[in-house]
T-cell receptor, first 113, second 110 residues
Framework: NAGVTQTPKFQVLKTGQSMTLQCAQD?????MYWYRQDPGMGLRLIYY???????DKGEVPNGYNVSRLNKREFSLRLESAAPSQTSVYFC????????????FGPGTRLLVL | EDQVTQSPEALRLQEGESSSLNCSYT??????LFWYRQDPGKGPEFLFT???AGEEKEKERLKATLTKKESFLHITAPKPEDSATYLC???????????FGKGTKLSVIP
């Protein structure tokens, strides 16, 4: 039982390149989330998926797209990377039960040059 | 707009010196108040969820409490392994989103 997994762990891109960050969960949770974490800014929500087949914008969606491929997988795509997207990206999954526990993955560190 | 403010930004304690971290929140209808621990280079690790004023939860040396405007994370007789950044987040009624504070970086000195 791995919980929430993210790939890759670290990536360096040049400005204008594209890439997809992958996230998978084996906990059968309904809701999945993508956050970015920057020094002094805390965790900010990019996109989320309340259930399979639905996605919604969070606080900072510009420059990103997402796909909820199935109940397990939720990917984040950068179509044309910019230096401002240098950050640590975290995926999370939430139970949706009364306990409302949210589990985070280990993160992807992205550097855009 | 939901807001979460954590204080202090950083806290240095001697081993065994008890203290509290503060989380002030404003939210339209609280669904839950969440505490996480984050170690350097890792993802946040879930600690507690509090749902209503007066509720308390404990785990080892940590105790979380909740009022209508604030939550406190009390650390009793901390050890160096308690050193981490502690994050607070609020969830509003009818929303799947959480609003996070910027965290308190705790350092426990042997």
């Amino acid at each position: 039982n791995a919980g929430v997994t993210q790939t890759p762990k670290f990536q360096v891109l040049k400005t204008g390149q594209s890439m997809t960050l992958q996230c998978a969960q084996d906990m059968n949770h309904n809701s999945m989330y993508w956050y970015r974490q920057d020094p002094g800014m805390g965790l900010r929500l990019i996109y989320y998926s309340a259930s399979e087949g639905t996605t919604d914008k969070g606080e900072v969606p510009n420059g990103y797209n997402v796909s909820r491929l199935n109940k397990r997988e939720f990917s984040l795509r950068l179509e044309s990377a910019a230096p401002s997207q240098t950050s640590v990206y975290f995926c999370a999954a939430m139970t949706g039960t009364t306990q409302e526990t949210q589990y985070f993955g280990p993160g992807t560190r992205l550097l855009v040059l | 707009e939901d807001q979460v403010t954590q204080s202090p930004e950083a806290l240095r304690l001697q081993e065994g010196e008890s203290s509290s971290l503060n989380c002030s929140y404003t939210v339209s209808g609280l669904r839950g108040l969440f505490w996480y621990r984050q170690d350097p280079g890792k993802g946040p690790e879930f600690l507690f969820t509090l749902y209503s004023a007066g509720e308390e939860k404990e785990k080892e040396r940590l105790k979380a409490t909740l009022t209508k405007k604030e939550s406190f994370l009390h650390i009793t007789a901390p050890k160096p392994e308690d050193s981490a950044t502690y994050l607070c987040a609020s969830g509003g009624a009818g929303s799947y989103q959480l609003t996070f504070g910027k965290g308190t970086k705790l350092s426990v000195i042997p």
